[in-house]
RNA sequence: GGGCCCGUAGCUCAGUUGGAUAGAGCGUCUGGCUUCGAACCAGCAGGCCGGGGGUUCGAGUCCCUCCGGGCCCGCCA
């Protein structure tokens, strides 16, 4: 409704101005600073004070006298060196908002697929794992609340040298069969036994050099597909992908498809993306100096115009191809651009019924639904691969998809890395340079980092000990369900708080906290607007018929009072909120606005009693004001992925 | 050497395209539970927005420069 008010005051001034001043320009909109000050601010008075040559206030007064009527709005006054301020009619508008009127969500065409997560499958997550997969589900959350169609994809890089790394352990330091790794990886924790084995395995890299050749060896082996070490690669990277989901899926989240490695290399994604490279002229054959033998992309295609820069090697003079070559064939494919296709198997059904994906080489019984084809593409990666992403782009761009590359989206953030509290408390041993940092980057190399399951078993531990305090008599099993949503509403919410461009130093204390601004923090607002209700009810009382009690003239008057006004219009803004947080791409503006509800409501359950109110047009009122608090406060928790208790 | 990011209250962070008196949370201190359960609320204190210059009627925000910190720049992935 903000925004309904907000286009038709826009439309009106502009008309007004055109006509009355025959001068074009756009209508910008503020906020005012104070919200006594009004509801929307209009700054027209400073941008016409030059064309005009007249102060601004002299123009806001002569505008203010002339001002049109707009419907919805009360009136307009001036303030400040020029300002207008704009009331609105607050019995139209809660009136419309209680009639259930809402901004319209955006139709746009096409499909938007958004990349996340995307951990090698070599050993168990951690927290900055986390940190991509929900800042990624949040972000397709938000698309989707606005009524946008999204595909999300999980790539899988089950043929790289990370995964390797482990089948080095277990073939040259362990000396482990496939059939006892296979039994191994049946095992409840085997993403945690790899974490140790993949740790165990780079540190004898680097007193064995000569080691290093059954890994060379090894992922040679692995990208071709065949024997024993390419069957040990298989065993674990698909048990570590079902860790991984499961963790994730602790988390709330889930993929539709998961794209692999393996499938770019047997289906010749890449042999296809090729020879649109090399026919377009996109990429280079070298033919002297240090990148001999080698077909690179000009660095002139992904730097500044006039850096012509280093060239990157695409296709290395043993021809193999490396990483970004693949990725540059499977961004093609994401947008239907390569002309070649996956097959795939269902991996594993959601308790909805919602089916995810993986990719094959061979065709399955099941009819998969089309993946692909995207109209827009995010690709949630952390910031260090900005340069890696800017050639994929490159790609696109010189194979003359300039259209594609505009949407193709590096949806980048900031690492996660450990406060130097967090590691003492951890058992991490710092050197004396880290201890001076303020912050210590996670190392899976090193097997340095805090593991996504044992941070969530940690909250909710801590979240049960606060339920059992609170609720000895629930049923046990109730009791285990809301600690489970209180941690990971903890957990979301600490991961989205911050921008993306905001370095996290995780910190355990902080992320264990459930009080100020936290996600329990938003989930006790919620559950407390319902517990009025539940209360209401235990009373034997129904919940009354808002629109008959609440006819304009009532909630003019009841919102002549400032504080519920201010209240009533914190609560409507859910709409633009989501939205702007779309325009900037940033979760953590839902999260900053769900915090502020919370703030908002938690006041005014403070302040005013609403069973006992005896006045009954007044309690009619405050029951609407809550269930309309409530209604924002459950939507906007379902975008960021925290579920509501039943208590708290 | 080149590129990207950060520097705002004791700590951790917000701050829309430049706008009115720079905001939260934590921590400190002070008050508030007679169940719509205090995982809460109210209040006090705390700031040369890293330094300097510029653009502008107006700069935390834009430009230049310097200082401090982080990340990236491989025929690894």
């Not at 009639?99 to 070599?122: F, M, Q, R, W």
């Amino acid at each position: 409704m903000f925004h309904i008010l907000e286009k038709r005051l826009i439309e009106a001034v502009g008309r007004f101005l055109r006509e009355s001043r025959q001068v074009e320009i756009p209508v910008v909109l503020e906020q005012p600073r104070q919200a006594a000050f009004g509801e929307i601010a209009l700054p027209v008075a400073f941008g016409l004070a030059k064309q005009l040559r007249q102060p601004p206030r002299a123009i806001a007064e002569a505008l203010a006298k002339e001002f049109p009527a707009v419907e919805g709005i009360e009136k307009v006054e001036i303030a400040g060196g020029g300002y207008l301020n704009v009331r609105f009619d607050r019995g139209y508008y809660a009136a419309a908002l209680l009639a259930g009127l809402t901004d319209a969500t955006n139709e746009a065409a096409g499909k938007v697929i958004v990349e996340h997560t995307n951990i090698n499958p070599n050993k168990a997550a951690h927290i900055g794992h986390l940190r991509n997969a929900v800042l990624g589900d949040t972000f397709v959350r938000m698309l989707r609340a606005n009524g946008r169609k999204v595909e999300v994809q999980n790539y899988i890089d089950n043929t790289g040298v990370q995964v390797a790394d482990v089948v080095v352990g277990f073939h040259y330091l362990e000396k482990k069969t496939p059939a006892e790794v296979r039994n191994l990886a049946a095992q409840p924790k085997f993403d945690y036994y790899c974490w140790d084995l993949y740790a165990r395995t780079s540190a004898y890299y680097g007193s064995n050099p000569e080691a290093v050749e059954w890994r060379r060896n090894t992922l040679h082996v692995i990208e071709a597909g065949e024997g024993e070490l390419a069957e040990l690669g298989h065993i674990v990277a698909d048990a570590i992908v079902e860790r991984h989901l499961d963790t994730m899926l602790r988390l709330g989240i889930e993929y539709d498809v998961l794209p692999r490695e393996s499938e770019i290399l047997h289906l010749r994604f890449w042999a296809t993306a090729f020879e649109q490279l090399k026919e377009r002229k996109a990429i280079y054959f070298e033919n002297e100096g240090k990148n001999s033998g080698c077909w690179v992309m000009a660095g002139s295609h992904f730097r500044e115009a006039g850096d012509e820069g280093e060239a990157k090697v695409i296709v290395r003079s043993n021809g193999t191809v490396t990483y970004v070559g693949k990725d540059i064939a499977y961004q093609l494919w994401k947008f239907g651009l390569l002309g070649k296709d996956f097959h795939y198997k269902p991996l594993r059904t959601y308790q909805s019924g919602h089916v995810a994906w993986v990719a094959t080489d061979e065709p399955c019984d099941a009819p998969a639904p089309p993946f692909g084809q995207g109209g827009e593409v995010y690709n949630v990666i952390d910031s260090r691969q900005s340069y890696l992403q800017d050639v994929v782009v490159a790609g696109l761009r010189a194979l003359g998809y300039a259209a594609q590359a505009e949407k193709s989206i590096h949806f980048s953030y900031e690492m996660v890395a450990l406060s130097p509290r967090t590691c003492a408390e951890l058992g991490i041993p710092l050197s004396e340079e880290d201890r001076k940092k303020s912050y210590v980057e996670v190392s899976g190399r090193k097997g340095l980092g805090v593991k996504a399951d044992d941070l969530i078993d940690k909250l909710i531990e801590k979240a049960r000990a606060e339920v059992d305090s609170r609720h000895p008599d629930a049923p046990e099993a109730e009791r285990a369900v809301v600690a489970r949503q209180i941690a990971v509403g903890a957990l979301r919410y600490f991961l989205l708080k911050f921008t993306r461009n905001t370095v996290i130093a995780f910190d355990i204390q902080e992320a264990l906290s459930f009080e100020g601004e936290t996600g329990p923090y938003v989930q006790y607002a919620a559950v407390r607007a319902r517990n009025i209700f539940r209360k209401l009810a235990e009373r034997g009382e129904a919940a009354p018929d808002f629109a008959a009690v609440l006819d304009r003239d009532a909630l003019r008057r009841q919102l002549a009072a400032e504080e519920f006004w201010q209240l009533l219009l914190a609560a409507s803004k859910a709409g633009p909120a989501l939205e702007s947080a779309l325009k900037a791409g940033e979760p953590s503006h839902v999260g900053r606005y769900a915090f502020t509800l919370a703030q908002s409501f938690n006041s005014f359950y403070h302040d005013y009693p609403v069973l006992t109110e005896s006045n009954r047009e007044k309690k009619t009122f405050l029951l609407w004001m809550t269930d309309y608090f409530r209604r924002r406060l459950e939507e906007t928790l379902a975008i960021l992925g925290i579920e509501v208790p039943e208590y708290m």
